[in-house]
């Protein structure tokens, strides 16, 4: 039976899309035959790469150690096949929190396409946990997180600042006063993103550095749904000025300045496992390459 490239590309597909089906679609297999090379490379290895839970397949810890080797050489094949071209081509498979997939990675993206027309982003958007998933689970090449992570198989190096901002509605309370106090945080009720974002584990660093106690009114996983919240007169909000730049312009919002240290840095994630392919790399050195567009 032997380890064949093919049935290594079919592990990895498979690891990254979820199902076998999908990943036999991938490589142009029928479901019998992906099926049977899988089983065969299971075999040649000695150990399991998936549990076979009803028809979902989930990786095993032996699979997750595998897999960046897997991908290393997937990505050295590849850079064979682009070793004759002058182009730069293929699939970027980036994964990023909501912030910066909203307000600075398509320009970012449009950018480096016009540089290297051939190149094909594949984005995906989630919260800081899910970036961290992707990259540990080998679905994305390149992660943007906005939140404090440490993971053993991941590299995370800083990128660019931003700021988080206290906001309100035009009609709240506070809207009138340009300075608001830690009492006058405790006072009210907040409308404030979800556990496991990075914008809330900044958030509640700063209120615990500081030992107070918020009321929270309502966690949502959506910017936009916490800003109309905020304008309905549901709660303070706290989001990154990137987000909300457009609605204190036109007077949608107000912000509030508080004694919250919610300064925080984006970072750029990639396993530290896996070989960069060119693509990977060229697209890393582009964006430690790009000056900060956000707040200092």
């Known amino acids: 039976m032997g380890i064949s490239i093919k049935k290594l590309q079919l592990f990895e597909a498979t690891a990254r899309l979820g199902k076998l089906t999908k990943a036999a679609s991938e490589l142009s297999l029928s479901q019998s035959a992906a099926s049977q090379a899988l089983k065969e490379l299971e075999e040649s290895l000695g150990y399991p790469l998936f549990e076979r839970i009803g028809r979902d397949l989930l990786i095993t810890e032996n699979g997750l150690k595998s897999l960046p080797k897997v991908r290393q050489i997937s990505d050295l094949l590849d850079s064979l096949k682009l070793a004759n071209l002058n182009t730069m081509s293929?699939?970027?498979?980036?994964?990023a929190s909501a912030t910066i997939a909203t307000y600075l990675?398509?320009?970012?993206?449009?950018k480096f396409v016009k540089i290297y027309p051939d190149v094909v982003p594949e984005i995906h958007i989630g919260n800081t946990q899910m970036v961290i998933d992707y990259l540990d689970k080998g679905k994305a090449s390149i992660g943007l997180i906005e939140g404090p992570a440490v993971h053993r198989h991941l590299q995370i190096t800083p990128w660019q600042v931003d700021q988080l901002q206290v906001f309100c509605s035009p009609e709240h309370s506070l809207?009138?006063?340009?300075?608001?106090?830690?009492?006058?945080?405790?006072?009210h009720s907040w409308v404030l993103r979800e556990h496991g974002s990075g914008t809330r584990?900044?958030?509640?660093?700063?209120?615990?550095?500081?030992?107070?106690?918020?009321?929270?009114?309502i966690e949502l996983t959506r910017q936009s749904a916490i800003k109309e919240s905020v304008k309905a007169g549901l709660g303070l909000g706290c989001l990154s000025q990137l987000s909300i730049a457009e609605e204190l312009n036109n007077g949608g919002l107000i912000a509030l300045h508080s004694p919250l240290n919610l300064s925080r840095r984006f970072a750029l994630v990639t396993n530290k496992n896996s070989y960069h392919n060119m693509l990977t790399q060229t697209f890393i050195d582009y964006l430690l390459a790009e000056p900060s567009t956000t707040s200092n």
């Not at 293929?90 to 994964?95: E, K």
């Not at 809207?175 to 006072?187: D, G, P």
Request: charged content about 15%; proline content about 2%.
């Open 90 to 95: 293929g699939v970027l498979r980036v994964v």
């Open 105 to 110: 990675l398509p320009q970012l993206i449009a």
């Open 175 to 187: 809207a009138k006063k340009a300075t608001i106090n830690l009492e006058q945080l405790q006072q």
């Open 201 to 217: 584990a900044i958030f509640d660093a700063a209120i615990e550095q500081m030992g107070a106690q918020i009321s929270l009114g």
